[in-house]
Structures are given as structure tokens and as C-alpha cells.
């Protein structure tokens, strides 16, 4: 980083550079099994059209048309290309490239500059990334889960209007069990015991048995809990038990606006599972988030507030949501 550049960040406050530092971070614009049809998108509030080519590649591009500005989400495929549904104006999956105006005796004449832009994108846990300008760092690929064969199935998505921090911060409390899922867990005991959590960088990690003994969220038994942040927007549990094998939920809140997310979602089981099956699994968790989502909505304010404007009181029970808040500065200043 230059030394001009450095002033202006040391000008910019903490939010403005978040918001700068999330332009580099990947995030999920669609799920895989809706690409039958391009899928419309908006990430930080560019809006963009998501979809599949002939060839099986998704695709993720600026979803205005360079001729009127129609919305390419509601085009149509065609190869390897999306033709807008105004005038029929395709644009190439690869580049971008304007190919092929229909009203345009001689093609030979498209104007070399008429083209979207195209974005990166990989597909990964039932669902296509992409991110915004150049990555801070590669595509969230957790250690933990390599070698293993787990089966992936995306949740329903849910619009929040909070941002990204505070969406997973909801994910990775323990403290509200007792007062808001009482429902899915049971009786769970509201006194946190000492948090086992640990920090490298971005990631942050959290270790803790379940202990819900009621409820239909426990219906396959006692197992050891594996919390995993990647900064600044991934979380997973990796439920471990000894006898039936491994799951996974994850939470991945793609933001729409700083303040408003989606929430991308999705469980997973290790193949050869014992406990419940897939689509069961997605039932539970599903149940969980619709508790959470109605208290959510009312935090204030709607991002944490990474200024420090906002007066707030901690206990020990936020030992993995502070830690995540410190990987999130680091986030911000490695941006």
C-alpha cells in the first residue's frame, strides 16, 4: 500500500472501510439448483444476473443490458451466451462481449466496447460465489472438511436487514439458546460455561458440546459441536458424533446493501451418515433460523459498529462473538 493510500485510509472511518474491504470478499449470489433460468442479484447493491450456460458453467455478470439497460435476468440462454429479453442483444459468458445484435444487418459492426462486465465465480456448497474487485484472499474452503465426501442441500433464503457482521454473530451466539429456541432445543441452561475459542487470522474456532437434551433439534443425541468463522462472511457447525458420523450446517449472508443481507444456507452430511437423513436435517435447521430471524430484525444498529459509537456491554458468553469482531478488524485493515 502506498503512502497516499495509507492517509486515505487512516481518514476513512472504520465503516467506510468495511464497506470498501466487503467489495473483496466472496459471497453468494444464487443457489445451484435454481439456475434452470437466469437468476437476478444484487451484491452491495450492483445488481446481477446469475445463470447456467449450455456447457454447465455458471456465470455471474452486471445484469444491465448495454443497449436500453433492461435486466438481463430476465433474458434467455443461449449456448454460451444470455440474450436480453428486450431486443435480443446476447452477451458472451466468458468476456462479457456484445456477440450478436439481431437488428444489425452486418454483426460485423458491433461496437467493440458493448459488453457487461463479468465477475468471478465459483460454485461451492450448493451454491454460486463471486466477488465484486479483486479477492483479499481465495474462495472459503475449510480444512476440516477436505478428503471428506459430504452431500450438499441449500436452505431456503432469507432477506435480513442487518449486515453481514451482525448476521453472523446471530449464527455464532450461544447465549440466546435458552430465550429463543426454546422451541427447538428444549430446556437448555441459560449460564454459559467458559467459551473454548481460538483465533488464526481470519478464523475463528469454537469448540462445545451439544447439550440440548429435549427438543427436536437433538434428536440424534449428544456430539461435539466445531464452530468455524471464516471473516468476514462464512460460519459453520460441524456436528461430530462418535457413532453416526459427521454433519454440517452453514450460513453464508450475502450483502445486498452494508445493512441489508440474504442469508444463503445449507446443511450437509457425510456420506454413509447414520443419524437423520438430509432433508431432515435442512427441516430442523430451517425451524432454528424462522426463530431467530423476527429478533434479528430488530437489533440496532443494523451493522456492528465498528466505530465504536454505539455504548454496548459485553459478558464472557461473547468470547466467539468478540473474537470474530477482532478477525473482522483485521479484515478491514488488511483491505
Request: hydrophobic share 40%; proline share 4%.
Amino acid at each position: 500500500m502506498s503512502v497516499a493510500s495509507e492517509e486515505v485510509s487512516v481518514r476513512l472511518s472504520w465503516k467506510a472501510r468495511a464497506e470498501r474491504a466487503l467489495q473483496r470478499s466472496w459471497f453468494p449470489v444464487a443457489r445451484s439448483m435454481d439456475l434452470a433460468h437466469p437468476q437476478s442479484a444484487t451484491l452491495l447493491s450492483r445488481r446481477l444476473v446469475v445463470y447456467r450456460t449450455a456447457s454447465g458453467r455458471a456465470v455471474v455478470q452486471d445484469a444491465r443490458c448495454a443497449h436500453r439497460g433492461a435486466d438481463l435476468a430476465l433474458g434467455k440462454v443461449q449456448g454460451e451466451a444470455i440474450a436480453c429479453a428486450y431486443h435480443g442483444w446476447q452477451y458472451e459468458a466468458s468476456k462479457g462481449r456484445c456477440v450478436h445484435i439481431p437488428s444489425l444487418a452486418d454483426q460485423s459492426k458491433i461496437h467493440p466496447k458493448a459488453g457487461v462486465q463479468t465477475y468471478r465465480s465459483i460454485e461451492r456448497y450448493g451454491h454460486v460465489w463471486t466477488v465484486l474487485e479483486d479477492p483479499l484472499s481465495e474462495m472459503y474452503e475449510l480444512e476440516e472438511w477436505r478428503g471428506v465426501d459430504f452431500e450438499w442441500l441449500a436452505g431456503e433464503v432469507f432477506d435480513s436487514p442487518t449486515g453481514v457482521a451482525v448476521a453472523i454473530e446471530n449464527f455464532a451466539d450461544v447465549a440466546h439458546f435458552a430465550f429463543i429456541h426454546t422451541g427447538m432445543m428444549g430446556q437448555t441452561r441459560p449460564v454459559i460455561e467458559p467459551l473454548n475459542v481460538r483465533r488464526e487470522g481470519l478464523d475463528v474456532w469454537m469448540d462445545r458440546s451439544l447439550e440440548a437434551c429435549s427438543g427436536e433439534w437433538a434428536k440424534d443425541g449428544k456430539c461435539m459441536m466445531h464452530y468455524h468463522i471464516v471473516t468476514p462472511g462464512f460460519i459453520a457447525i460441524t456436528y461430530d458424533y462418535e457413532r453416526l458420523g459427521r454433519r454440517i450446517v452453514a450460513g453464508f449472508p450475502s450483502p445486498v446493501a452494508y445493512e441489508q443481507v440474504r442469508i444463503f444456507w445449507g446443511v450437509a452430511n457425510e456420506r454413509g451418515y447414520c443419524g437423520a437423513g438430509l432433508a431432515e436435517c435442512l427441516r430442523i435447521e430451517d425451524l432454528l433460523y424462522r426463530e431467530d430471524l423476527p429478533v434479528a430484525a430488530t437489533i440496532r444498529p443494523r451493522e456492528v459498529d465498528w466505530d465504536d459509537q454505539a455504548l454496548e456491554y459485553s459478558v464472557p458468553a461473547d468470547l466467539y462473538t468478540l473474537t470474530y469482531r477482532r478477525a473482522f478488524k483485521e479484515f478491514i485493515q488488511r483491505a
